[in-house]
Antibody, heavy 121, light 110 residues
Framework: QVQLVQSGAEVKKPGASVKVSCKASGYTFTSYGINWVRQAPGQGLEWMGWISTYNGNTNYAQKFQGRVTMTTDTSTSTAYMELRSLRSDDTAVYYC??????????????WGQGTLVTVSS | QSVLTQPPSASGTPGQRVTISCSGTSSNIGSNYVYWYQQLPGTAPELLIYRNNQRPSGVPDRFSGSKSGTSASLAISGLRSEDEADYYCAAWDDSLSGWVFGGGTKLTVL
């Protein structure tokens, strides 16, 4: 079965960077892209971007352009999301979520357990 | 401010039927599929409905989705206490070239 296991909670100071990992298992890693979605405390879901695990192509939400980098390591079936210049309003649970679907029509399907990132001085 | 608009709350008693609406525009719901996610308290979201009205295996047929124009809705029939959760709609947005979500609807089973 598809499993996405994320790294543990992080506490960072404003201005620092954070890198969250997402280790996939139960399927061929390079067959489906990975999305990153975040959820601030008590708030809704916000899509941050997507990375192709096949060729590394990325599509970042405009809000995060220049501040986020998504990468993959196919040798370990792991996706990474790095967010720089952290601010207090970046405090959120960050989820990786695998694409699901077929025939060129994909959607956000399987979700990781989430990683809480707290930004505080 | 979410791109898709959902009511912040909904409620019903056990056995009732409830619906949750999701309103968008021509660049998202109007031209693409709608998806629904259920988020139980303290857990990650899970896919509930895909491509407007399809249920992944394991999702009870009490849950159904529909779409008309730039709006969509999720219906839950035979409401159960375990349905108490936050529900989010989502769609691809052609103008933003990304996924957009509704603000979420908190469903309370009275």
């Amino acid at each position: 079965q598809v499993q996405l296991v994320q790294s543990g909670a992080e506490v960072k100071k404003p201005g620092a960077s954070v890198k969250v990992s997402c280790k996939a298992s139960g399927y061929t890693f390079t067959s489906y892209g990975i999305n990153w979605v975040r959820q601030a405390p008590g708030q809704g879901l916000e899509w941050m971007g997507w990375i192709s695990t096949y060729n590394g192509n990325t599509n970042y939400a405009q809000k995060f352009q220049g501040r986020v980098t998504m990468t993959t390591d196919t040798s370990t079936s792991t996706a990474y999301m790095e967010l720089r210049s952290l601010r207090s309003d970046d405090t959120a649970v960050y989820y990786c979520a695998r694409d699901r679907g077929d025939s060129g029509s994909y959607y956000v399907g399987h979700w990781g357990q989430g990683t809480l990132v707290t930004v505080s001085s | 401010q979410s791109v898709l608009t959902q009511p912040p709350s909904a409620s019903g008693t056990p056995g009732q039927r409830v619906t949750i609406s999701c309103s968008g525009t021509s660049s998202n719901i109007g031209s693409n599929y709608v998806y629904w996610y259920q988020q139980l308290p303290g857990t990650a979201p899970e896919l509930l409905i895909y491509r407007n009205n399809q249920r992944p295996s394991g999702v009870p047929d009490r849950f159904s989705g529909s779409k008309s124009g730039t709006s969509a809705s999720l219906a839950i029939s035979g409401l159960r206490s375990e349905d108490e959760a936050d529900y989010y709609c989502a769609a691809w947005d052609d103008s933003l070239s990304g996924w957009v979500f509704g603000g979420g609807t908190k469903l309370t089973v009275l």
